[in-house]
């Protein structure tokens, strides 16, 4: 079982930007960014032991059932980038996870926020399914650390249009 206190929040560090990740914009590309953050998922997941064996031993594996990212700042090429995670609520098949995308100056660059559920790969197609015991037990110890975190202002946003109101209009 893992020790969440000594852990690394960490999923990817000093990742270096490449062209192949730049988009026409000249910046890390919407799916540069989907990359990234699909990696750190894979990481998170060997952290908690849902790793190659688990899957194969159980037919068990994570999906990402949705997922929003916030862009904040753009990332140019040559530049690293480095993700950590904060997990903001957990049951006992899925996770909803904040990842953070920091450029090398550690300002935060683009936020991922994601549904991650629990399913069994059956005849029928993979069905939610609870936890197994050690990687639920790890994703509680985590999680009982994280909730005593601030829980960050971006966290559960929507998307929409924001549109003033007719007092705010009004007022300048």
Do not use: W
């Amino acid at each position: 079982m893992i020790d969440p206190t000594s852990m690394s929040r960490e999923l990817i560090t000093d990742f270096p930007v490449t062209a192949a990740l730049i988009d026409l914009n000249h910046h890390l590309s919407d799916i540069g960014y989907h990359t990234l953050f699909s990696r750190a998922e894979g990481v998170l997941h060997g952290k908690v032991e849902i790793d190659e064996e688990y899957r194969a031993s159980t037919k068990c594996s994570v999906y990402t059932v949705e997922s929003h990212v916030t862009f904040l700042k753009e990332v140019l090429e040559g530049e690293t980038v480095s993700i950590s995670f904060q997990m903001l609520d957990l049951s006992n098949k899925a996770a909803h996870v904040l990842m953070t995308l920091s450029n090398g100056a550690g300002d935060v660059c683009a936020y991922h926020e994601c549904m991650l559920l629990h399913v069994k790969k059956t005849p029928d197609g993979p069905k939610p399914y609870p936890f197994g015991r050690y990687q639920l037990a790890n994703l509680v110890h985590v999680y009982t650390k994280d909730k005593e975190l601030p829980r960050p202002k971006k966290a559960g946003t929507r998307i929409a249009i924001r549109r003033q109101t007719t007092a705010e209009s009004a007022e300048g």
